[in-house]
């Protein structure tokens, strides 16, 4: 079982920066490769970006390919998602999800979500 808390949404302008945290409690968190999820109203959860175990291969929705950067922090328990250069399209609803040993493009394919933080961006 793992347990996942995102934090570190809120209001920004466009073009401005926001760091999402999400921490994991349970076992194993460095068995587990982890993604990023958005959903803004009214449209389907879409993937956002992906990071394998050790952190050394991630992959990115292309909508925010070149302003988003996933990482892990095994020894924490943590993975984060750096947002610059943000827009108002990025306004959603982000949610940190994680599976076992490979990440996925898709959200039916990970076992354990988390609540969610909001990032809304002002224009």
């Known amino acids: 079982q793992v347990q996942l808390v995102e934090s570190g949404g809120g209001l920004v302008q466009a073009g401005g920066s926001l760091r999402l945290s999400c921490a994991a409690s349970?076992?194993?968190?460095?068995?587990?490769?982890m993604g990023w999820f958005r959903q803004a109203p009214g449209k389907e959860r879409e993937f956002v970006a992906g990071?394998?175990?050790?952190?050394?291969?991630?992959s990115y929705a292309d909508s925010v390919k070149g302003r988003f950067t996933i990482s892990r922090d095994n020894p924490k328990n943590t993975v984060y998602l750096q947002m610059n250069s943000v827009k108002p399209e990025d306004t959603a609803a982000y949610y940190c999800?994680?599976?076992?040993?490979?990440?996925?493009?898709?959200?039916?394919?990970?076992?354990?979500w988390g609540q969610g933080t909001q990032v809304t961006v002002s224009s």
């Open positions: 999800a994680a599976r076992m040993l490979i990440y996925s493009y898709t959200w039916e394919s990970y076992n354990y």
């Open positions: 349970g076992r194993s968190f460095s068995s587990y490769a």
């Open positions: 990071i394998n175990l050790s952190g050394s291969s991630t």
